[in-house]
């Protein structure tokens, strides 16, 4: 008999700890600042003149050519397919 009154308020606690709702209140909304004005440009003028044309680019590097390659002679290669 104890055991089961001892569960019954445990029971009971447990129950009202999970219901115990908190009740948030919304923070009151800021206050509307005052509208500013904003200064925008103007239109846009003309075009200006063209620039003088840029210093031509660096020349490419030309290496030493390597020496040609060997044939395969009786190399056999073996290509298996992926699965």
């Known amino acids: 008999m104890n055991h089961f009154l001892l569960l019954a308020a445990l029971f009971a606690a447990t129950t009202l700890c999970a219901c115990d709702k908190t009740t948030n209140t919304p923070a009151p909304a800021a206050a509307t600042p005052a509208p500013t004005t904003i200064v925008v440009a103007g239109p846009a003028g003309p075009a ?29 290669v073996v290509v298996t397919p992926q699965k």
């Open 48 to 76: 200006g003149a063209d620039g003088a044309p840029g210093a031509s680019g660096a020349a490419g590097n030309d290496g030493e050519k390597g020496d040609p390659g060997k044939t395969g002679g009786d190399t056999v």
